[in-house]
C-alpha cells in the first residue's frame, strides 16, 4: 500500500512540475520586458528544475523481495535509469535487507 501512496505523490509532484514549467514560460513569454526578466532568471530556474527532476528519485525499492528489487519509472530515460541503479547500489552497500530484517525482529519481539 506504501508504495502506492508513493506512486501516487510521485505522479502527482511530476504532473505538478510540469503544468509549473508550462505556466513560468507562458509568463516569461509574453512581452520584451518578461522576456528579459526571464533571462535574468534562467540560472535560478535551471538551478531549481536540476533540483525538482523527478528523474533524480527515480526507482522504487520492493523490499518484501528476497533481494534488492528497484524498479524503475516505465519512461524513465538512461538519466533516471542511472540513479534508479545507484539506489539499487547503495541499499546493497548499507546492506538494507540485513537492517530491514533486524528492525523486523525487533518489532516482532516487541509484540510478543
Not at 504532473?15 to 513560468?24: E, W
Amino acid at each position: 500500500m506504501r508504495w502506492l501512496c508513493r506512486n501516487v505523490a510521485l505522479k502527482t509532484s511530476e504532473g505538478l512540475a510540469q503544468m509549473l514549467a508550462m505556466y513560468l514560460r507562458q509568463e516569461f513569454g509574453r512581452n520584451l520586458f518578461t522576456r528579459l526578466s526571464g533571462a535574468m532568471a534562467l540560472p535560478v530556474i535551471n538551478a531549481f528544475r536540476r533540483r525538482v527532476d523527478p528523474r533524480r528519485y527515480n526507482g522504487a525499492s520492493l523490499p518484501r523481495l528476497k533481494g534488492i528489487v528497484v524498479k524503475s519509472h516505465g519512461s524513465a530515460d538512461s538519466f533516471g535509469l542511472r540513479f534508479a541503479i545507484q539506489r539499487a547500489y547503495e541499499e546493497a552497500h548499507n546492506d538494507m535487507l540485513h537492517g530491514i530484517s533486524e528492525r523486523m525482529a525487533s518489532i516482532h519481539q516487541q509484540v510478543v
